[in-house]
């Protein structure tokens, strides 16, 4: 329908704000997609960096909690697969972490 094509087209555009805005990220607007530039920028200053996200998957999702994805990935070191996510810390940060799948 036109109403969910214009609905999932504003949240992807939210998506794509808050993704080069990651201090306006909340635990109540996080999404797999819109955690991709914080991870991507994180792993520059890693061993192996992350050059490209792509089919972002939800596994988890609990508002204020927590979130955890799964996505294809391409790394400097030739792995596919990116696990990552993010957490709320104790003192109200969000902490985003990331690994490879193998």
């Not at 939210?14 to 996080?30: K, V, Y």
């Amino acid at each position: 329908s036109d109403a969910r094509r214009a609905k999932s087209a504003e949240r992807a555009e939210r998506d794509e704000w808050l993704g080069q805005n990651p201090e306006s990220i909340t635990p109540q607007n996080w999404t797999c997609t819109n955690l991709i530039p914080s991870v991507i920028q994180m792993s520059q200053s890693r061993p192996f960096q992350v050059l490209e996200i792509t089919s972002p998957r939800e596994e988890t999702n609990v508002p204020g909690v927590g979130i955890t994805c799964n996505a294809r990935a391409e790394w400097t070191n030739g792995a596919t697969f990116i696990h990552y996510g993010a957490r709320l810390s104790e003192g109200g940060q969000i902490i985003v972490t990331f690994s490879q799948n193998p």
